[in-house]
């Protein structure tokens, strides 16, 4: 009679907190990915492209997403630190666009009526992304990452107001850049 090799339990292995994954960080990093590059696909820019121009600016944020994505994969609790950071950086990016831009209470929260040049017709699509991506953040601080100190992700958090200031800022520029010259990544500014 043959033996059959014992099946290891995949789902310990996939289990948010488990050594060397961190499936929470993962999607609020795609999280906030989506949420930048549906701004640029939607025609109103991304963060640093007023900078940069679209393609660096896109550049960036994909080789970041890649870098995040790929530590939260790792088992090394010396990235913990790091994805602690993100974690609480994007956590703060979500709150700077909620306290920074036009809202109304839907569902018992706020839902953002406009935002950086994307107008009412597209909110049924970037509220969902944007809630989705801070609370992947937010359960990424409290599950994931524990050998990172509990301060650092609120120290990331405290950043809240200076984003509200660079996103006005930013789109001050795309919209200036949008009348001097046109593209497909502005055409909506």
């Given at each position: 009679m043959a033996r059959t090799a014992p099946v290891p339990d995949v789902r310990a292995r996939f289990a948010a907190g488990a050594p060397g994954r961190r499936p929470l960080t993962r999607a609020a990093v795609g999280g906030l990915a989506a949420h930048v590059f549906f701004e640029l696909g939607a025609g109103v820019?991304?963060?640093?492209?007023?900078?940069?121009?679209?393609?660096?600016?896109?550049?960036?944020?994909?080789?970041?997403?890649a870098a995040?994505?790929?530590?939260?994969?790792?088992?090394?609790?010396?990235?913990?630190?790091?994805?602690?950071?993100?974690?609480?950086f994007g956590l703060a990016a979500v709150v700077a666009h909620l306290a920074g831009w036009p809202?109304?209470?839907r569902f018992g929260v706020p839902w953002?009526?406009?935002?950086?040049?994307?107008g009412p017709d597209l909110m049924r699509y970037y509220n969902p992304i944007i809630y989705v991506s801070g609370a992947a953040c937010l359960l990424a601080i409290l599950?994931?990452?524990?050998?990172?100190?509990?301060?650092?992700?609120?120290?990331?958090?405290?950043?809240?107001?200076?984003?509200?200031?660079?996103?006005?800022?930013?789109?001050?520029?795309?919209?200036?850049?949008?009348?001097?010259r046109r593209a497909w990544w502005n055409r909506r500014l």
């Open positions: 820019g991304m963060p640093l492209a007023s900078v940069v121009g679209p393609y660096p600016a896109a550049t960036a944020w994909g080789l970041g997403t995040v994505w790929r530590a939260a994969g790792r088992p090394s609790p010396s990235a913990d630190r790091l994805l602690a950071a993100a974690n609480g809202t109304r209470t953002l009526r406009t935002c950086e040049g994307l599950r994931e990452n524990r050998t990172a100190p509990v301060a650092l992700p609120a120290l990331m958090l405290g950043l809240a107001p200076a984003l509200v200031a660079m996103q006005h800022a930013e789109h001050r520029r795309l919209k200036a850049r949008a009348r001097r």
